[in-house]
Structures are given as structure tokens and as C-alpha cells.
């Protein structure tokens, strides 16, 4: 299957290289240009003043305009290119930037290094890169469960999904995909500005990623060896309670392989947010369990790339 050989592609070299900064500071990133896409579009159609169901039908239309614009130009690029294997090879490169398997890791990785060396405010400056929470509150058992919440969730929302979507239905719906996960994460929140007219992305983005979730979950049981009796535990009692309803999946997950506990109370903008803990029997997360998160995740990757080498063979 040419679909699956191309994203194989798209993870190895994405695995190698990453989006290099260098590259990053001359053209930017194919999310930045939907991003602003989506600023404009934003600003234009969701003024104040307007009632409630005008902004939501607003952001309808923009939430299926955007996806129709990036299956589109996703969609007249595959037909320039060759068939067959160089085909799917250079839809793999073309591909490549819109899975962030490498990126993620080093963001986590930029939190785990400081937290192992005692280095809490280095820790704290690097994970409010990645999460939303105040990082000022957060002592080092807090920024390492925000940093795996943050792997958790976006081991599925930014590399197993777009990988998902990009082997059933090629360029077109892994560039549609990434549509609607930026869409999602720019506008799809329950601010009175977003409330209405973000609800289509939010809508949405939960729909594309119910199977995603789910096989992020079963990717980290797979590799975590005999503790995927745990994992699949906290996942059957856990994952429903989540605040979302399928970043609870990937994150029981990890939370029954590491036998921590995650989730759980946090600050966004002085607020306090009560949320249910994942496993809250498990321990407190460390520095030592951040590390682990990230040899889980390796392995997870691993996991879905042989998984993704099958299907092409198929």
C-alpha cells in the first residue's frame, strides 16, 4: 500500500531530522502558515459584537473551509507527482514536516535534561513551552507530570493520528488532519471569545482522533512489557474520567506503564482547574520517571513504525 510506504517515509525522516531551526527561520512551518491562515480568518469573522449562532456558524465555515483548502492543495500536489515508488517516496518527504515525532521528543527532552540535574527553574522554563499551565506553581513532581501528560497526549495528536489519517488516505488526509488539529489548538477552547465560534474545530478534532487515541494507548501497552495488565487497568477505569475525550487514553496509558499518577488539579491563569486524577493510587512523578516516559515512547515509536512497514508490505 503506497499510502503506508510514503508516511514510513515521512516518520523515518522526520526521525532524522526533525524541522531544523535553521530551516524553521527562513521559511517557517507548513502549521505556522495554516496558523496563519487561521489568525486572519479568525480576526475577520469572529469580530466582537457578533451574536452567538453567527459566530458558530462563522467558525463552521471556517472550520470546513480550512480542511477542504489543505486537502485540496494536498490533493493537486499528488497529482504532479510520479506514481509508483518515487511516487510515494516524495510524498513521504513532502509529508515529512507535518509529523512532529522527533520535535516532541526534543521538547521533552529539553525539560527531562534540567529536572535530572536539580535545575527546577530551567525545568519550568522548558515546559512552559509544551503546556498551558502556570509553571511558576510547579514544584519538580509537577513539571515532570506535566511534561508526560504533554507526551502522552501528543504522542497520538501530533504523530500517531497524522500518520493515521496519511496511510488511509494519503497527502490529502494527513494535510487535512493537521487542519484541524491546528484548527483545534488555536481557536477550539471554551473562552467566551472561542465558545462559539471554535465549537466546529473542537468538534471535530474529537472526531479525527477517536481511533488515534486509542491506538496510542494500545502502542504503549505493547512495548511496556508485562506491566500492560497495569496500563490496560487504569485505561478501563481512568480514560472515561478524562476531561477530554480521548487524550485520557493515551495518558492512563502511560500512567499505568510508569505507575505514576497524572492529571489531577492545576492552575491556568490564577484559576484553579479540579480535574480527576489518572491512577491516583500511583506515585508522584520524578525526574527518573520522565526519562522513563521517554524510553516508553521510544519504543512506542518503534512499535508504530514496524506496525506502519506491515501495512505497506500488505
Known amino acids: 500500500m503506497l499510502y503506508a510506504g510514503a508516511m514510513l517515509v515521512a516518520l523515518m525522516v522526520d526521525a532524522v531530522m526533525g524541522w531544523p531551526d535553521w530551516l524553521y527561520d527562513r521559511i517557517g512551518h507548513p502549521v505556522t502558515w495554516l496558523g496563519g491562515l487561521i489568525d486572519r480568518a479568525e480576526q475577520r469573522l469572529n469580530p466582537d459584537g457578533l451574536s452567538f449562532w453567527r459566530r458558530r456558524l462563522n467558525g463552521l465555515g471556517v472550520c470546513f473551509g480550512m480542511t477542504a483548502l489543505a486537502w485540496i492543495v494536498a490533493q493537486l500536489i499528488v497529482w504532479s507527482l510520479p506514481g509508483g515508488l518515487w511516487g ?59 511534561a508526560l501528560e504533554s507526551l502522552a497526549e501528543n504522542t497520538s495528536d501530533g504523530v500517531v493520528a497524522p500518520l493515521f489519517w496519511g496511510v488511509i488516505f494519503g497527502l490529502p488526509g494527513i494535510a487535512a488532519y493537521k487542519a484541524i488539529n491546528t484548527m483545534d489548538s488555536m481557536i477550539g477552547h471554551m473562552s467566551p471569545r472561542y465558545r462559539a465560534f471554535g465549537w466546529a474545530a473542537a468538534r471535530l478534532d474529537d472526531l479525527v482522533n477517536l481511533i488515534p487515541a486509542r491506538l496510542t494507548a494500545l502502542l504503549f501497552m505493547a512495548v511496556v512489557g508485562t506491566r500492560w495488565k497495569l496500563a490496560f487497568k487504569v485505561i478501563v477505569a481512568d480514560a472515561g474520567r478524562h476531561r477530554s475525550p480521548n487524550a485520557g487514553w493515551p495518558e492512563a496509558a502511560m500512567a499505568g506503564a510508569l505507575e505514576v499518577r497524572l492529571s489531577g488539579p492545576r492552575v491556568y491563569d490564577g484559576t484553579m482547574s479540579v480535574e480527576p486524577w489518572v491512577n491516583e493510587g500511583g506515585a508522584d512523578a520524578g525526574p527518573m520517571d520522565l526519562g522513563r516516559g521517554l524510553t516508553l515512547y521510544l519504543a512506542a515509536m518503534l512499535a508504530l513504525a514496524g506496525l506502519i512497514a506491515v501495512v505497506a508490505l500488505l
Open 88 to 146: 510515494a517516496i516524495l510524498t513521504g518527504v513532502i509529508a515529512w514536516p507535518l509529523v512532529a515525532a522527533r520535535s516532541l521528543y526534543d521538547h521533552v527532552l529539553r525539560v527531562a535534561r534540567p529536572l535530572a540535574r536539580r535545575d527546577l527553574q530551567g525545568a519550568r522554563d522548558a515546559v512552559a513551552m509544551i503546556v498551558g499551565r502556570d509553571p511558576a506553581l510547579l514544584d519538580t513532581s509537577g513539571v515532570a507530570r506535566a
